[in-house]
């Protein structure tokens, strides 16, 4: 029961609880769709561009030990990609098919060990971009 008489006109809240599920996901401090598409994209691509490098330097390796190790490297990088895709396409989007600039910058790289060195450098840079994205907090909708 109210203190409203009978004649005052209804008041309309203006964010009532049964609309929040219309809300955009950032309203409730979660990331938006667009922003988690376009970061799952962005390692997408590094990986990729990990992938076809540690498989090339598989290649060009005369050394069995580091052959291996790039080869191994590049099944992880590969079981990533997969992954980063699968989620992309949980999300109702098209994974990205480039390959990210890092390819092109570590093949340029003609002495093997210091294109590891560049690869490992990636791998610090991808560890950065995960600790950014901890603190989104993905919308489960």
Same mark, same amino acid.
């Given at each position: 029961m109210t203190n409203q008489p009978d004649?005052? $006109?209804?008041?309309?809240? %203006? %964010?009532?609880?049964?609309s929040t599920q219309e809300a955009d996901d950032a309203y409730g401090g979660f990331a938006g769709r667009d922003e988690v598409l376009? %970061? *799952? =994209?962005? *390692? *997408?691509? /590094?990986e990729r561009a990990g992938a076809r490098v540690t498989l090339e330097t598989a290649r060009a390796a005369d050394n069995t030990t580091i052959a291996e190790l790039m080869r191994t490297?590049? #099944?992880?990088? @590969? #079981?990533?990609? /997969? *992954?980063? %895709? #699968?989620?992309?396409? /949980?999300l109702g989007a098209a $994974? @990205? $098919? =480039?390959?990210g600039a890092f390819y092109a910058k570590a093949m340029a790289i003609a002495d093997l060990g210091e294109r590891i060195a560049f690869l =490992? #450098?990636?791998?610090g840079w991808v560890a950065r971009k995960l600790r950014e994205m901890l603190p989104l907090r993905v919308g489960n909708r």
């Open positions: 004649d005052d $006109p209804a008041v309309e809240v %203006s %964010s009532p609880a049964c376009a %970061s *799952l =994209n962005e *390692l *997408l691509e /590094a490297i590049q #099944r992880d990088e @590969s #079981r990533w990609c /997969a *992954l980063l %895709s #699968r989620h992309i396409k /949980a $994974p @990205s $098919p =480039n390959v =490992n #450098r990636g791998q």
